[in-house]
């Protein structure tokens, strides 16, 4: 019995120093990366994950990867960065590999658990983006469009261009064309009309078809065709001549009128009017009119007498006169 207390002792004390030390590892537990996930675009990819939060210290992030090919990981050039995303490196850039990643936490010497991705094959899983439009030439009834491709095609590779376009009306319908050029037309289209269109590219490899992301809508109006341009012109004309036409016609028809309305309005001359306000005034003097121009000329007043006015009276009298006096000079 004496010798069982001391092993009991040394049991407990190594029972102690065991949940002691399970307590220890416990509490420098550092969690797992999150939302792990490769994002790729246009063969552009790239491993992104959440940060991991803790109190203190500057958690650091260690990648790897492999191959179904060659099963076993190797660093990917991301090896303690602080970054929470890993691009691939050109040694990954083959599109029809498979590729599985992973990627854990670290915080001075402890790490977390490493959290592995899905297989990834690039010419299945990248996403590709839409075509650049260069240009877009208008005609009356077509559209010429030059695009560019969103990144360079391996040998064997081609690439699809899906274009649809519609007439911009609330109840337009969506007309659909193929092709393989990055110069292509949208033929029998109305003339002096608004046309959208969107460009979705399907690139097609040996063993895959992988259809991108469509291009924001872009608008075009067609032209005036010539024919059109020479009919507005001829419209025109036509309408300028029959409107000179109804000028003159009104112009004939209105002459009277017109010129009743054109002359100056007739008025009584100052040294008439001074005569008629004032009678004693003496008679008005002839106006100076050589003989040698025309001797059958003849000066006729014409007066204006109130009746019984004696003055009215002696002036007709001597205008009477004179008029004998000039007569007998003719004769003579």
């Known amino acids: 019995m004496p010798c069982r207390a001391p092993l009991l002792s040394f049991l407990l004390l190594l029972l102690l120093g065991w949940v002691r030390a399970s307590g220890a590892e416990s509490s420098l537990h550092l969690p797992a990366p999150k939302h792990v996930m490769v994002y790729s675009y246009n063969f552009r990819s790239s491993l992104r994950w959440s940060p991991v939060k803790v109190d203190r210290g500057l958690v650091l992030y260690t990648v790897h990867f492999k191959t179904r090919a060659f099963n076993q990981w190797d660093e990917m050039n991301c090896t303690r960065i602080t970054q929470t995303q890993c691009s691939f490196p050109w040694s990954l850039k083959e599109r029809s590999w498979t590729i599985i990643l992973r990627v854990r936490a670290e915080l001075g010497q402890v790490t977390s658990d490493w959290v592995e991705t899905d ?100 608008c075009n109006r067609t032209t005036v065709s010539e024919a059109t341009k020479a009919g507005y012109i001829i419209a025109v004309l036509v309408l300028v001549l029959v409107l000179v036409t109804a000028g003159l016609f009104l112009l004939w028809k209105y002459r009277k009128t017109i010129k009743y309305w054109s002359q100056p309005p007739l008025e009584i001359p100052s040294h008439f009017e001074e005569y008629l306000k004032d009678p004693s005034v003496p008679v008005l003097e002839m106006l100076d009119s050589p003989a040698e ?40």
């Open 293 to 332: 121009d025309d001797p059958q000329d003849s000066l006729f007043v014409v007066v204006l007498c109130e009746e019984g006015s004696q003055a009215c009276d002696s002036n007709l009298g001597g205008q009477a006169h004179s008029h004998s006096i000039s007569t007998e000079n003719e004769v003579t």
């Open 119 to 218: 297989p990834f094959v690039a010419e299945r899983n990248t996403t590709i983006g839409p075509p650049k439009v260069n240009s877009v030439a208008e005609s009356s009834d077509s559209l010429l469009i030059s695009v560019t491709p969103p990144f360079g095609s391996e040998a064997g590779d081609f690439f699809w261009y899906h274009v649809s376009y519609w007439e911009n009306a609330t109840s337009a319908t969506r007309k659909e064309i193929e092709t393989r050029n990055t110069l292509f037309k949208i033929s029998n289209l109305k003339e002096s009309t608004l046309y959208c269109f969107r460009i979705q590219v399907e690139l097609i490899t040996y063993s895959s078809q992988l259809l991108g992301l469509q291009s924001i809508p872009k």
